[in-house]
């Protein structure tokens, strides 16, 4: 076979004007790599837009906190200017600085002062402007303390308006937040009055001294002073003064006398002036000292030196875990929907003392007063239930004994009162071992806070030989059973009331009501010690902490629900919270991107309910098991 290749016949080779080159195709590979591109930036050049607004978010807190303090009247920030002088900042400028700061966690004035240079909405907020962290710190102690109750009122008002709340319930707790004060720097109230106790003493036994050294004239102003209860440092100035007098005449004795009479009359100078140095150097110092110390207690056991407005209390986020001492504030807020509708600074470690003066508060305020009441078992004492009636408050507030009276070992003690048989005839309850306790006698007690309570006494006939008395008490004479009959129906009323088909739901929602709030404001955005000292700056510093608190919630809302907070309520929830765990989970109920699994019977094995926070709804316990398809 020939190797030369034939022309085929129908090929025209009048159209080749060069000839044809064979070109030989590699079978490997080649090394290909692209080209690296990159998005085309310049920092030197102008970029649009102008406008610094058009960067931020539509539905920015920023956006919300100009505003809210746009529209409000102009006379509200300019009362506490008085005029005069240099040019100052818009008080309008420095409130939204604040809030936006307090809103990202910021609560340092330095670095407010930093955000207002590199923070884009804070740029857009002030102006550009760029006060100072002086000047900032300034109008955060003064002019913004005449101002904060006021632009609380109207912002809470506007969410009425806007229908975010309704202050129908009125969900109340407290928390304590550290001071801006040094933990190891106190001052205790028993301890002080130890101190002045041992003090006059002291100065009666050394009156007594002088008493015998002194002139009959004055010797009667002595004795005026140790008869009187309480010597004043005014009293003790005029001991002193008598002294001096004392001291210059023995020294004219002793430059008359001779040198045998000399010695005496020196060492009785040397006593005198021991006297009245322990008069001028320790008694009226301490007297001084200890008088402003017992004003500043008032009905407190302590102070800090640091912030004497500031009471030591146990913290729960200490970082020892030892529940040591701190000096803060109880901060009393309330809640609807997660939004804080009022606040109260308070000095009393305790949430029981707190009710009255919290609401009467309130109720001087421009705020509507809620329907209703819901609070823990820290406020169920006699004298705030008492408040609550003559105030004709709807309230639901269980007492201490609450949970603990529900449970199985409680109903099943024998040993228990109000487990007894009692005779309504003859007044007389029936124990364990069939003996009758009768009432002896009525009695009345006084607590350390003026609260007066009436009591029925009853005592057991003989429980000298009973079998039983080591199991029944520990008292060495019979029992007895000390019933409060006020508090009693106080406390029945207030059981009754939790456990109304209609209020058992409202109650379930208050740890989600509350807790949440201070979640956030302590956890998320680690508001855990204020930076300002005296109780009215510190009432200021947590009005700008729960003003920023609803700024963010009115934000987030805004995001979810595409700026309509009644998104929810037109789903056929008018009647209930516009987020509230039922709405939420009815919607997730209909979605078709669920498969809901759930117990039929909506019951654990042990018999508890699964879903009580929905409202006594007979809908069942859902398990939900998102699929992405």
């Known amino acids: 076979m020939s190797s030369q290749k034939t022309t085929p016949t129908n090929y025209n080779t009048d159209q ?27 920092t030197d050049q102008l970029m649009l837009p102008m406008d610094l607004s058009d960067w931020i978010p539509a539905h920015h807190v920023s956006r919300f906190i100009h505003e809210m303090i746009e529209n409000m009247p102009d006379e509200l920030f300019i009362k506490p200017y008085k005029g005069g002088g240099r040019s100052a900042y818009h008080p309008k400028m420095m409130v939204k600085s604040l809030l936006y700061a307090y809103s990202q966690k910021v609560y340092s004035c330095r670095g407010i002062a930093k955000m207002l240079d ?21 109008f955060r102690s003064g002019q913004m303390k005449s101002m904060i109750d006021t632009l609380f009122e109207e912002m809470i008002l506007l969410l009425i308006e806007n229908q975010y709340i309704s202050m129908g319930n009125y969900f109340l707790d407290g928390t304590k937040i550290e001071a801006n004060a040094n933990k190891h720097s106190f001052s205790w109230k028993k301890a002080t009055m130890r101190f002045e106790a041992k003090l006059r003493e002291k100065i009666k036994e050394t009156l007594h001294h002088i008493q ?19 010597v004043s440092p005014e009293q003790v100035a005029q001991v002193e003064t008598v002294l001096e007098k004392k001291m210059e005449q023995i020294e004219k004795d002793v430059a008359q006398e001779d040198r045998k009479e000399r010695k005496a009359k020196r060492q009785k100078r040397s006593f005198v002036q021991k006297l009245a140095k322990s008069v001028s150097r320790d008694f009226i110092p301490r007297l001084v000292k200890y008088k402003p110390q017992m004003e500043t207690y008032g009905d407190r056991n302590s102070f800090s030196k640091t912030d004497t407005a500031a009471t030591f209390m146990r913290m729960k986020e200490d970082h020892m875990k030892n529940g040591q001492l701190k000096p803060g504030y109880n901060v009393q807020r309330a809640t609807e929907n997660q939004f804080v509708l009022f606040y109260t600074i308070h000095q009393r470690p305790t949430d029981t003392r707190c009710f009255i003066p919290h609401m009467e508060k ?17 406020y169920g004492s006699e004298s705030n239930y008492v408040y609550a009636t003559e105030e004709k408050m709807d309230y639901l507030i269980p007492y201490n004994t609450y949970l603990k009276e529900q449970k199985r070992r409680y109903t099943k003690d024998r040993f228990q009162p109000r487990n007894w048989t009692y005779i309504e005839e003859d007044d007389v309850y029936i124990c364990p071992n069939d003996r009758r306790i009768r009432f002896k006698r009525y009695s009345t007690r006084t607590d350390s806070y003026g ?15 009973c079998p039983l008395k080591a199991l029944c008490t520990k008292s060495k004479g019979n029992r007895q059973i000390h019933y409060n009959p006020v508090y009693e129906e106080m406390k029945a009323q207030a059981k009754n009331s939790l456990w109304s088909d209609e209020n058992t739901p409202i109650y379930a929602r208050r740890k989600v009501e509350v807790e949440s709030a201070f979640g956030h404001i302590k956890g998320n955005r680690a ?18 902490v729960a003003l920023a608190h609803n700024f963010l919630k009115m934000a987030g809302l805004a995001q979810t629900f595409s700026g309509n907070p009644l998104t929810m309520k037109e789903r056929g929830e008018k009647n209930e919270l516009f987020f509230s765990p039922r709405s939420y989970f009815r919607g997730l109920w209909d979605s078709p991107f669920l498969d809901v699994t759930y117990f039929k019977e909506g019951r654990q094995s042990g018999g508890k309910p699964l879903c009580h926070f929905l409202n006594g709804e007979t809908r069942p316990t859902m398990i939900m098991i998102i699929i992405v398809d």
């Open 16 to 42: 080749l004007s060069l000839p044809l080159e064979t070109e030989e195709v590699s079978t490997q590979k080649k090394n290909f790599r692209s080209k690296p591109v990159f998005v085309f930036y310049q």
């Open 118 to 138: 590199e923070n884009l909405p804070m740029i857009w907020l002030s102006a550009m402007q760029n006060p100072d962290f002086r000047t900032i710190n300034r």
């Open 212 to 230: 015998e050294i002194v002139e009959v004239d004055e010797a009667s102003m002595i004795a005026e002073c140790l008869e009187a209860k309480k």
């Open 362 to 378: 309130l109720k001087g305020s421009r705020l509507p007063f809620p329907k209703k009441v819901i609070a823990d078992a820290g």
């Open 451 to 465: 609260m007066k309570r009436d009591f029925k006494i009853y005592e057991c006939e003989v429980c000298t030989d």
């Open 527 to 544: 508001f855990r010690r204020f930076s300002l000292r005296g109780i009215d700056k510190v009432h200021t510093e947590f009005g700008v």
